[in-house]
């Protein structure tokens, strides 16, 4: 192993450790020393492939964004009808924080009280960034089905962000208990049975 791939390794072991104290300590602040302890370095060893523990939460937030968005890809260049999409998507990320509980404690900022303000903002660019994609589905919908949301793409695509949000919010509270995705295919079929209208209707 080089010494590149070494100093890689370290650096994904170190988050590991990061996300994994994340789900066993919820409540709990965490420390470099309570880290260094859980990885076996020391502090100083932490500090060389670190230069903050911030720069660590940033390691998990780049994380988070380089997974979500490169699947989110991957479903736009698969599926071309809007619901579909929008449907993947929502299952993408229910099951993304079901399978990482405590990197799901910074989606919804839990994890990152008392921590630098810049972290909370990476997570509200993270879903300002993930609505705005949305919103491009819904109105590209417009143009290739004809069909437009009942109350409008903002309103629309806000609906959704919010949805998925309270689940992985309700998933945190309950300590991992409540998996984000029980009834959600009942709950997604009542949610969309009339998100979408035909474009060109008018009213009575």
Do not use: C
Not at 151 to 162: D, E
């Amino acid at each position: 192993m080089t010494k590149s791939e070494q100093k890689i390794s370290r650096k994904q072991e170190i988050l590991q450790a990061l996300a994994h104290m994340l789900e066993v300590s919820a409540g709990d602040r965490i420390t470099t020393a309570k880290l260094a302890q859980q990885v076996g370095f020391s502090e100083a060893a932490l500090y060389r492939h670190f230069p903050s523990k911030s720069k660590m939460f940033e390691g998990l937030i780049e994380f988070i964004e380089e997974t979500v968005f490169t699947r989110i890809n991957l479903i736009l260049s698969e599926e071309e009808m809007a619901l579909p999409r929008l449907e993947q998507i929502m299952v993408l990320l229910l099951t993304f924080t079901e399978r990482n509980p405590g990197i799901t404690r910074i989606l919804t900022g839990d994890a990152l009280t008392g921590e630098n303000e810049r972290l909370q903002n990476r997570v509200v660019q993270f879903y300002d960034r993930l609505e705005t994609q949305i919103k491009q589905i819904i109105r590209e919908a417009e143009v290739r089905e004809g069909i437009r949301p009942e109350i409008g793409v903002t309103a629309g695509a806000n609906v959704l962000i919010a949805v998925v949000e309270g689940r992985i919010a309700q998933y945190v509270r309950s300590g991992f208990k409540r998996s984000p995705s029980d009834h959600w295919a009942d709950q997604w079929q009542l949610i969309t049975s009339q998100f979408f209208r035909p474009a060109l209707a008018t009213a009575p």
